[in-house]
């Protein structure tokens, strides 16, 4: 038993208070996924909608986040992917909150008669190009036909009037999403650039945009200080997922 265990960690990675299998997953639990899902905004939230889920990471850690009442869905393109996110799921403190949902989110939000106070994503950010190791992989990195309009559209229509739309992207991309979003009307409300140390310039971003203005809070962070170690802001952000924190 202890060796099929260790087996089956080898295969996704083991948080506080749940475990992420990803070995049938295009792209695996990583630093952008951890940071989005510790970082949105989950005050008063009601329902959660996490697009292009994955492994469910974002989703599990959404789920820890907010109170009982609160319900996750979660779309997954990919079949073996959705398949994954949903025994994460199964085998989760929060079988009851989280529903996955394999279907493309193109179609999906046309049927959806829901409305989200949260929506959050890691999404595609490159151009289609150079060609991936699988097909699945290749989706899941190329924007393709999700493109960052597209996902704006269907947040138009699924968020709450008062509600957030949070994504991470590379510095660029996110900058780009954020005028297409400004002409759209929507409001940026937070934004996190992040970078790896104080001595070099951000390389990702974290967006909250809404379509309701209000204050808007800008900040930066750096993943690790001067000595290498995991920064207090890194740790105070991630420390109720990470062991060890």
Known sequence: MSQQKAILRANGFTFKQFFVAHDRCAMKVGTDGVLLGAWAPVANVHRVLDIGTGSGLIALMLAQRTAESVQV???????????????????SPWPGRIQIHQADILEWTTGCEQRYSLIVSNPPYFAPGSDCATPERASA????????????????????????????????????LVEIAL?????????????????????????????????????????????????????????DFYLFR
């Not at 869905?73 to 085998?91: F, G, I, S």
């Not at 960052?148 to 991470?168: K, P």
């Open 141 to 176: 990195r190329y924007t393709g036909a999700l493109t960052h309009e597209a996902l704006l559209g269907c947040a138009e229509q699924l968020i709450t009037e008062d509600g957030f739309f949070c994504v991470i992207l590379p510095e660029s991309a996110g900058s780009a």
């Open 183 to 239: 002409q759209r009307g929507w409001h940026l409300r937070f934004r996190t650039d992040v970078a790896d140390n104080d001595t070099r310039p951000p390389n990702r971003v974290m967006l909250a945009l809404s379509p309701q203005a209000g204050e808007q809070l800008l900040d930066r962070m750096t993943i690790r200080g001067p000595d290498q170690h995991y920064s207090e802001a890194h740790c105070s952000l991630t420390r």
């Open 73 to 91: 869905d979660a779309v997954e393109l990919d079949a073996a992917a959705a398949e994954q996110a949903q025994e994460n799921v199964a085998a």
